[in-house]
């Protein structure tokens, strides 16, 4: 869980190489189209494991392409074209407190006072980071269609990741999953990359258009949903989701790296945050008990 938000956060780096140049609904279709392809013999070897599962489970499987590859894959880059960099990372920044929740409504899952404690001091460190150190700026933030579409789709990828440790999907292996979300978010998504190039909208062209794409069909798709799902079919999603508060420090740290951009003290504060609202969010319950008695 600590190399899913690494290979989210360099779905920035990669897209800043393809999004200028491809409609939205055209680069999350041949995204996802390629990881199915990819991951198709996977499927295939387990066959057996997948007519089963697919025999009770098939709307299922859809709903799982449909909320972690249709509405987070063309709305985004979609949204993002509408509001600020800063707002959308706050928004998805929230992603754990809604798993944490839509997890305590629907399932009766108690929520432990360290989880909130956590949640509450990684959600500060991403603010933070995204608000420059200036926590007043939330005041000036203002909220547009753009934000509207984050919210529904940050909601959409918390209900995909609550989904994913389905009973019914149990039986099959993780990178089959995958796979078979990946063929159905393609399907789904497949008629509105059609219209975008009936249209005449952008359609990847340049090198830096197909690198961009290939670095976001390995990192960010294939590695970090892979990842992303094995962590929440283990521990759950409530604890696997608050290592999503990572993303921003590591997006951080790949822009000092890779694009050389300016590291500041607040970026330094805020990770600090993070770290400290995840490590106590996440510890086991026994080791925190027997700290609390050892000062006792």
Not at 60 to 74: D, R
Request: hydrophobic share 60%.
């Amino acid at each position: 869980m600590l190399i899913s938000p690494l290979c989210f956060a360099t779905n920035l780096i990669f897209g800043r190489l393809a999004v200028s140049e491809v409609a939205p609904f055209t680069l999350a279709f041949l995204r996802w189209a390629a990881v199915a392809a990819l991951l198709m013999p996977f499927v295939f070897r387990h066959r057996r494991q997948v007519a089963e599962v697919a025999a009770s489970s098939v709307p299922l499987l859809v709903l799982l392409g449909a909320l972690g590859m249709w509405l987070c894959g063309g709305p985004v880059y979609l949204a993002l074209g509408l509001t600020s960099a800063t707002n959308g990372a706050l928004i998805f920044g929230t992603t754990s407190v809604a798993v944490i929740l839509l997890e305590a409504v629907f399932r009766g899952r108690r929520i432990a006072g360290r989880e909130a404690v956590g949640s509450v001091l990684a959600l500060l460190g991403v603010s933070v980071i995204v608000l420059r150190g200036d926590l007043a700026a939330l005041i000036h933030l203002s909220l547009n269609l753009g934000d509207l579409i984050l919210v529904v789709c940050m909601l959409g990828w918390a209900t995909y990741s609550i989904l994913c440790r389905s009973p019914r999907l149990a039986p099959l292996p993780n990178i089959v999953l995958l796979g078979l979300a990946a063929s159905a978010g393609a399907l789904l998504l497949a008629p509105f990359a059609v219209l975008e190039f009936l249209s005449g909208a952008p359609m990847p062209g340049t090198a830096r258009a197909w690198a961009g794409i290939a670095g976001i069909i390995v990192v960010p798709s294939l590695l970090a949903f892979l990842t992303h799902q094995f962590g929440m079919r283990v521990l759950g999603p409530s604890v696997a989701s608050l290592f999503t508060y990572l993303t921003p420090p590591y997006g951080v740290l790949l822009a000092l790296l890779i694009l050389g951009e300016p590291f500041g003290p607040y970026q330094a504060v805020g990770i600090s945050l993070v770290m400290a609202g995840v490590v106590l969010a996440t510890l086991p319950r026994d080791y925190v008990e027997r700290v609390f008695r050892r000062r006792k």
